[in-house]
DNA sequence: GATATATATTCCCATATAGGAATATATAAA
DNA sequence: TTTATATATTCCTATATGGGAATATATATC
């Protein structure tokens, strides 16, 4: 077998560092395709094809305008890593915030239930 | 070029679904290679090879023990993971009402996650 | 020393890139 | 309608897998 494909899920989309810059950029605003080749210098198929495997896992969303398309993040699709990154903070001391006491909980109960 | 190599930092080598299994094992409580073997039923080179990678990249470290390699997680370096998805964090903020919605949000994508 | 056990490593191959180059497509402007 | 602009797509190739099969290595036990 060949190694998972990078559309396979959020974390295997953001494993590759070109995207994650992408992402970066899309956090701070939304940007049309070139506004972004502007900004990271790449050309502009590779921007292209890197925002298409965003597309495809929905960590972006794109919006037609004019001959421009609008790139824009979801940012609730990046929520499965977060949530999994729950799991490490017992061993980073400090306190967690009740939202994150929450969460916790609810993800323990939810991961008994398919047991 | 090619992709970019799984050991080519945290975020790489967390793109395969596997390692991530294997994380979450050696988060609950510290391993050898058969016990890993016994807990995800994958043959035994499988598991050492995934190992291997997370290995290089320090998610895990290795202690010898007579015949035995006892594997740990070393959590401080999937931090560098953590404070990336910090800038998402504005998006969801705290509030009881966007709790509600992160909570539904849970269920209905629980729901299609088999599709 | 001989054997069993635990784990890593090597060899193999099908597969999916990431990026370069060229081109196609869509839409606006002249 | 012709032309310019914005973006996506196709074709190509080198590369790095992930996993199966077989084997090597290390250590414990007899």
Redesign the pocket.
Known sequence: ???????YDVF?AI?????RVLIEQLVLKEM????L?EKVQ????????????L?QVKIVR?K????????RIQPEELRPIQEWMHQFEKYWGGTLDQLDHYLNNIQARGKNEHE
Not at 1 to 7: F, P, Q, S
Not at 32 to 35: K, M, R
Request: charged content about 30%; overall charge positive.
């Open positions: 077998m060949a190694r998972t494909k990078t559309t295997s494993g590759e560092p070109k995207r049309t395709v070139n506004e080749v790449w050309p502009q198929p590779v921007v292209s094809k890197h925002l298409g495997v597309k794109e037609k305008n004019g001959r421009h398309r609008v790139y």
